[in-house]
């Protein structure tokens, strides 16, 4: 395989550690948990996993003797920059414990692990992933693991390899079934551990044990390069207006993180849309104000950062596809066959009043996009909705509107990007090589302390990566019911923008100055070698969350 000179450089990158896990380890166990919501339900579903203690590493002198054991891992999901770090310190960690201990991947995914496809991952394949981007070295599916004969037949192969503790890597949706299968595990005695990883560039998987799930560093410093430079081509030509639409699902913590990073003129967030009840009128009278002030000062230019989840948090979209959801869930068939010519029509006339108008208002293309198939997991997949061009185009129409009424004088152009797939398998920032690092090494230790039903967390990550804390957090703990496919089910609860959060309220103080200026911020591309303000910095979101901005 030809190598890069940067991976080649790259590839004797030795992540840092906490210093606590440098050495041997202890476990201390903190005080029972409970989940975050809906406890009775969740303690009943998950008897074995429910309310354990938070675990939390401390070096000790004393070495343990660790019997050899097998270990599989797992990516699930979507890709994030890092996971080959998460499973190269899983790798180091389990040799640590007992270097007679071998790891199998399960190739694709989930699925992998049900249809019994899986390599030996060996010394020598680890080092040729080291601080790489991708998840190519096993590869990622999105096959959800929920019913009994898949954790049965994942389990006839984990007993053939003699493998006891499955590690998954993976988001919210990936970690709860880590969780089911971990009480399912647990309930059967089969003696088979499940370790989860918070894994996802759209930063929703966060608590206040979890600080950030890893990917997000890097997949927001690599858009907001690509931002930084677009901000740049259009301060120097000055007749653009570029909307972007930024990756993320539901939550804008990618937009805003963004926004923070590069100051664009504008930058919507879903949570705030909803919070404020906004109409899609709203926000794009919003959008045209800006756009027409900055017109009057001779300024026919400017940037809109847009979270591709956008659409669902407007409330009268939100309840358009909830019904959505519902209906297709119970008439998949039906709805299958009907001709794509009239699909539009029987939407129509299958929803509620209320829906029916709002579906009907709705172009054309974004209609369609909305009756999609859903993921395995319920979610509209909102990276398919062309939300920047339904933006632009609404308002053009207004500004044209606005001009006809004399309100308007300037030039409007409207440049369309989305940013998703180019951030997600970049070579992974030191932050995210340090931190992925630390938690595979961390599932190590909490499986040679015969955890289970736990996701692997390192916390205190504004400071230097020795004095990060590594330990453990029982996944019933994130846990609350809410509705998929049509059925209430435990989830792992997502974290959402904060309106209240200092990430949001350092935005919301500043949006107004860069709505009117242009005071863009061009963050460059992510720095692997060099002094560590360049190199090491944590996102502005996790800086400002722990109170370490400037
Ligand atoms: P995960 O939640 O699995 O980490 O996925 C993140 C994500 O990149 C979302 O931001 C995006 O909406 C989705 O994956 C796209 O899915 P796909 O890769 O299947 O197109």
């Not at 984990?158 to 647990?186: F, H, P, Q, W």
């Not at 000055?238 to 804008?252: C, D, E, N, T, V």
């Not at 705030?272 to 926000?283: G, P, Q, R, T």
Request: glycine share 8%.
């Amino acid at each position: 395989m030809t190598k890069s000179a940067l991976q080649i450089a790259r590839a004797a990158y030795q992540p840092k550690l906490p210093q606590a896990l440098k050495s041997h380890v202890k476990a201390v166990e903190g005080a029972a948990t409970q989940s975050v919501a809906n406890q009775e339900e969740i303690k009943k579903l998950f008897p074995n996993t429910y309310g354990m203690p938070v675990i939390k590493f401390e070096a000790t002198d004393e070495p343990v003797e660790f019997p050899a054991m097998n270990v599989g891992v797992i990516l699930s999901g979507g890709q994030a920059p890092g996971g080959h770090n998460v499973i190269s310190g899983l790798f180091d960690g389990i040799k640590k414990l007992n270097p007679a201990n071998r790891l199998y991947g399960f190739i694709l995914g989930p699925g992998g692990l049900v249809d019994h496809k899986y390599m030996e991952l060996t010394a020598d394949i680890i080092d040729e992933y080291r601080n790489t981007g991708g998840f190519d070295i096993i590869g990622s599916g999105r096959t959800k693991l929920e019913k009994v004969e898949q954790f049965e037949k994942g389990y006839e192969i984990l007993k053939e390899l003699g493998i006891k503790a499955l590690v998954i890597i993976g988001g919210d949706d990936s970690n709860t079934n880590a969780c089911v299968l971990a009480e399912y595990y647990a309930a059967k005695q089969y003696g088979v551990q499940v370790i989860g990883c918070p894994k996802t560039i759209d930063g929703d998987l966060k608590n206040e044990m979890i600080e950030t799930s890893f990917g997000f560093d890097t997949a927001c410093k690599t858009y907001s390069e690509v931002i930084g430079n677009i901000q740049r081509d259009c301060n120097s030509a000055r007749k653009y207006w570029h909307f972007i639409k930024l990756m993320g699902r539901s939550a804008s913590h990618i937009a805003l993180e963004c926004a923070l990073q590069v100051q664009p003129n504008i930058c919507l967030i879903s949570e705030e849309v909803e919070a404020k009840n906004m109409s899609l009128d709203d926000i794009v009278t919003y959008i045209a104000q800006i756009v027409a002030d900055r017109a009057a000062q001779g300024n026919n230019f400017g940037t809109v950062l847009i979270p591709e989840g956008l659409i669902e948090f407007i409330p009268a979209m939100k309840r358009l596809i909830a019904e959505l959801n519902d209906f297709l869930a119970a008439n998949a068939v039906e709805f299958a066959q009907v001709k794509r010519s009239a699909q539009r029509d029987y939407i129509i006339r299958k929803l509620s009043p209320e829906n029916s108008a709002v579906y009907a208002s709705l172009p054309e293309g974004v209609a369609r996009q909305l009756t999609l198939d859903r993921d395995p997991h319920g979610n509209v997949q909102v990276s398919l909705i062309e939300t920047e061009k339904l933006l632009s185009e609404m308002v053009a129409t207004k500004l044209a509107q606005w001009k006809e009424e004399g309100k308007y004088t300037g030039k409007f152009a409207a440049q369309h990007h989305f940013f998703g797939y180019e951030g997600r398998c970049a070579a992974p920032s030191n932050f995210d090589a340090d931190y992925c690092y630390s938690l595979g090494y961390t599932a190590a230790a909490l499986i040679g302390n015969g955890k289970t039903g736990y996701m692997s967390s390192v916390r205190n990550t504004t400071a230097p990566a020795d004095q990060w804390i590594a330990g453990g957090v029982p996944i019933t703990m994130m846990m609350n019911m809410e509705r998929r496919h049509g059925e209430m089910k435990p989830v792992i609860q997502k974290a959402l923008v904060k309106l209240d959060g200092a990430p949001f309220k350092e935005f919301a103080a500043r949006r107004d100055q860069w709505a009117k200026e242009t005071d863009y911020v061009y963050p460059g591309p992510i720095q692997y070698f060099g002094p560590t303000e360049v190199c090491d910095q944590p996102t502005k979101t996790l800086q400002l969350e722990q109170g370490k901005v400037k």
